[in-house]
């Protein structure tokens, strides 16, 4: 089981300028649609992409919400490349909206990994 973090406290990571990497996995045109700030694209189909030096990075993956599990597949696929610290906010973007918060359009300027 791959362990989930709250919205509560990503938005709490995400204000205090916590050191995580947020990736969202749905495809690229939902992903252009809206992503939350400062997350990075990787598709279903793309996680190979992912080349991250430390394997100890805090990483956290969603998806649309409760009922896709994109993310998850992908918290497990991060695992066993030797990703020690990826969790899921299973809410995921459907959550993120409902409660009000920010999102991000378009496509970002440049992808840090």
Known sequence: MVATISREQLQRKL????????IET?????FHEAHLPGAVNL?????????????DAEIVVYCSGPECDAAEVAARELMALGYNNV??????????????????????LATPY
């Open 15 to 22: 204000e205090h300028g916590g050191n995580v990497i947020l």
């Open 43 to 55: 598709p279903p189909d793309h996680k190979h992409a992912l080349s991250l030096p430390d394997k």
């Open 87 to 108: 969790r899921v906010y299973p809410g995921g973007k459907s959550d993120w909206i409902a409660a009000g918060l920010p999102t991000v359009s378009g496509v970002p």
């Open 26 to 30: 749905l495809p690229e045109s939902e």
